[in-house]
């Protein structure tokens, strides 16, 4: 039934503009070594483990000595990571601010470091509007494991069938729909309230 179900949004893509690109592009104006240092040096799998809990500083350090002579633009991936996030994606907001704003419950399962998360709490204050949250790097636990979406059911007593889970990763979509959550795929264009209102959402 309309308004039984509950929105979980995930962050990054999803309501917050987030790419390596936008930094980089001006760190490094050469296409193919822009390419190639994204590709060999911080890699999305050295990224993801900030997500699962390592420290920057740690992640940071263990590039350097990998590649001393990229030093300055391993440093910028910590340093200058708020320009990696450019600005929000107004309709998801928008989306999120009016279930809000009818009452609904609303929860996030977000893949995102220890440190970034609380300085977007600042920078971003509208992300400490979630009934509930879950943070991959408080919990040590990434998307798509079915570990992650059951902490969310379990610390928050909800139950998977009345979860609309949003995600730009198909992965992390399966995953939800894996504990028995219904999703939705985020790309743009796409008609986010349609979507959730087509699954039972309060819009």
């Known amino acids: 039934m309309p308004g039984n179900r509950k929105v979980v949004f995930d962050v990054g893509n999803v309501l917050l503009r987030w790419d390596p690109f936008h930094l980089y592009r001006e760190l490094i104006p050469d296409d193919a ?26 992640a940071v350090a263990l590039l350097v000595a990998e590649h001393p002579e990229w030093e300055a633009e391993i440093k910028a991936y910590d340093e200058r990571w708020h320009e990696t996030v450019p600005s ?33 709490l600042i920078r971003f204050p509208f992300l400490q509007s979630f009934d509930g949250v879950v943070v991959s790097a408080h919990e040590r636990l990434l998307k798509p494991d079915p570990a992650i979406y059951n902490v969310l059911l379990e610390r928050y007593g909800l139950s998977a069938g009345d979860c609309i889970f949003v995600d730009d990763s198909e992965k992390n979509v399966q995953g939800a729909r894996s504990v028995g959550m219904q999703a939705v795929h985020f790309f743009e264009p796409i008609d986010l309230r349609a979507e959730l209102r087509s699954l039972g959402a309060n819009l």
Do not use: H
């Open 33 to 58: 070594r822009r390419d190639w240092f994204l590709r060999n040096v911080c890699t999305a799998a050295w990224n993801l483990e900030q997500d699962r809990g390592r420290p920057w500083s740690e």
């Open 88 to 120: 929000t994606i107004e309709d998801s907001v928008a989306t999120l601010a009016e279930l809000k704003g009818r009452g609904e419950a609303v929860y996030a399962i977000t893949n995102f470091s220890r440190e970034k998360w609380a300085e977007c």
